[in-house]
């Protein structure tokens, strides 16, 4: 009997050891896997960590600057369904990372702004002190050569006022100056005044109307940056023509060119700085800048007209067309004009342009070929050429601002 008991003791230690054998055999089955399972996420940890710091924060700053950056994902996308946690705190990261670089850029365009208003003031304030040191000196001298040369100094005082202008207007600011209502003819010599080419501007068709006064100098400075670059990426031999064509919903003042047409990339750009929008960042100018259309467009859409640069012109360049509306549009006031756009304190240098075209070569026209550009100079007696040195053509093919 004894030893029955004792057989069957052993029995139930057996069973009872192999149940916890097998247990402990689940067991540490389990937490093998479960080990193996924690090193596979911390490895993806690793990698989705390594892959943030090297590729996603890089593209994300980079993306805020151009739209055309696209930011990557996540590396392994099965660290969603493992761990969570782990990708919501990534995601933080990331919203984090991209909020702070954005209110980092707009605090910067903010202030380099808020500097560039402040220097185009000065630039400004300096350029209209310089223009009445100029008109006082053209009042005391006689001489012919003297006055020559104080027209030509006053010719490139205008041109820097345009300049600090149109980066004033890109930087928030206001034109700068107030006018009289001045009739349209007038608001397009005084554009004229303001470019280097003007000798090649040809003004026809005029009409019988003028601009309110708080329109006439925004318009003159749009009309004078579009003569502008329609005079730089045309040939110097060719004219820029200017007509008028009244509508039933104001007037337009058209600006053909002889120059090379715009390729539809270049049409699509200049529809994106016509349209008055002013990214925070000046990067979008490019570099060199190119305010011509932006500030065109900017004053456009601040003071209710429009300006459009995709029709060709008869010439096979461009035509640009600045639609004045009737809101902005009143009769030519009667009486003197002492304070239009185009007289004061252009006057003189009007006058000095009629006789130096007077007194200069054949005139060029908008058809013309490859004829000489002797007979149009710059006020200060050289060919007329582009910035750097090379003719309209060259210009052309760099594309329009």
Known sequence: MEHILWAVALAAVACAAAVLLARQRRSTAGLRDRNAELSDTLELRERELRHLAAVRLPELSESLQNSAVRVSGPLHHRLDQKDPRFAQDVQKIIDLFGGSVRRVGEHAALASRSAGRSMMRTMQSLANEQQLAISTMQERHDDPDVLEGLLRIDHMNAQIGRRAQAMAVLSGSWPGQQRSASSLSDVVRGATSRVRDYLRVNVQNPVNLAVTSRAVEPVVLAVAELL???????????????????????????????????????????????????????????DPP???????????????????????????????????????LTPVPDGPRTGSAAQQPARRRVRWTRGRRAAAAPRPSPRAGCRSAAG?????GSRSRSRDGRDGRDEGRRGRR
């Not at 750009?269 to 490019?286: F, I, M, N, T, Y």
């Not at 003071?303 to 461009?318: I, L």
């Not at 149009?376 to 200060?380: A, E, G, K, T």
């Open 228 to 286: 502008d670059n329609a005079a730089r990426h045309s040939r110097p031999d060719t004219m820029v023509e200017v007509n008028f064509q009244t509508t039933h919903n104001g007037v337009a003042i058209m600006i053909d060119d002889a120059g090379v047409a715009m390729t539809p990339e270049e049409l699509q750009r200049a529809g994106e700085r016509l349209s008055g929008e002013v990214p925070s960042d000046v990067q979008w100018l490019g």
């Open 376 to 380: 149009s100079r710059s006020p200060s």
């Open 290 to 328: 190119q305010v011509g259309f932006a500030v065109a467009g900017v004053l456009a859409a601040r003071y209710g007209f429009s300006v459009s640069v995709d029709t060709r012109s008869p010439y096979g360049g461009v035509r640009a067309v600045v639609l004045v509306p009737n809101a902005l």
